[in-house]
């Protein structure tokens, strides 16, 4: 069990450790000062590469030869994919995938 001065140490460690890496991306991109083209492209494919990336982890132990043979995961990708194709939502497709694959797993499958 952590002692109380343990606990509260951690806490500002941790919150000055968020704190410098907010303030070090304003010392490093100062205002009036243009953005870098490799930050610019990074800023672009990053979030659909970590995305791409969530989904292959997500799914490396989906075994396709024994049941239900990975129909939860097929099912609740299709709704989260056509729900985002048709809201342009994250949030929303995201939660929604989530909760189907949930069902389908916990009372269906």
Do not use: D
Not at 4 to 11: G, P, S, V
Not at 45 to 60: D, G
Not at 93 to 98: A, C, F, L, N, Y
Request: charged residues 5%; hydrophobic residues 60%.
């Amino acid at each position: 069990m952590l002692s109380n001065t343990a606990i509260i140490i951690y806490i500002l460690v941790t919150a000055a450790g968020v704190f410098a890496t907010r303030v070090f991306s304003f010392l490093l991109f100062p205002a009036g000062r243009q953005t870098p083209r490799v930050i610019l492209f990074l800023g672009n494919a990053l979030p659909c590469a970590l995305m791409a990336l969530l989904v292959v982890y997500c799914l490396k132990n989906v075994s396709i030869p024994t049941y239900p043979h990975g129909l939860p995961e097929l099912i609740a990708i299709a709704v989260t994919a056509g729900l985002h194709l048709w809201k342009r939502s994250t949030l929303l497709s995201i939660s929604v995938g989530t909760v189907l694959y949930m069902v389908l797993v916990q009372m269906v499958f």
